[in-house]
């Protein structure tokens, strides 16, 4: 599957590019919730939700005292700003 360029926004995606891009970084489709992907690293993990109008970034145990740090990123965004700033880590 060919991708747009990468500072292309995300919503100029097919949700088909956008689910291979995600499985490209590793991540894994939820079987049940298919908008819901989760993603292991080696010091991290976290769970991406596709919304409406964004993707959501859930990194657990991430924050100070074992919390969890949630994000959002607006579609609106090229695919190489969402994938640095999700990718890299809480």
């Given at each position: 599957?060919?991708?747009?360029?990468?500072?292309?926004?995300l919503y100029n995606h097919s949700l088909p590019q956008?689910?291979?891009?995600?499985?490209?970084?590793?991540?894994?489709?939820?079987?049940?919730?298919r908008h819901c992907w989760h993603l292991q690293r080696p010091s991290w993990q976290a769970e991406l939700w596709l919304d409406i109008e964004q993707i959501i970034v859930r990194y657990t145990q991430s924050g100070e005292d074992g919390q969890d740090?949630?994000?959002s990123f607006k579609y609106s965004?090229?695919?190489?700003?969402?994938?640095?700033?999700?990718f890299s880590g809480p």
């Amino acid at each position: 599957m060919s991708f747009l360029p990468s500072d292309t926004p995300l919503y100029n995606h097919s949700l088909p590019q956008i689910e291979q891009w995600l499985k490209n970084q590793g991540c894994q489709q939820d079987e049940t919730q298919r908008h819901c992907w989760h993603l292991q690293r080696p010091s991290w993990q976290a769970e991406l939700w596709l919304d409406i109008e964004q993707i959501i970034v859930r990194y657990t145990q991430s924050g100070e005292d074992g919390q969890d740090i949630q994000r959002s990123f607006k579609y609106s965004l090229s695919r190489e700003d969402i994938e640095q700033a999700v990718f890299s880590g809480p």
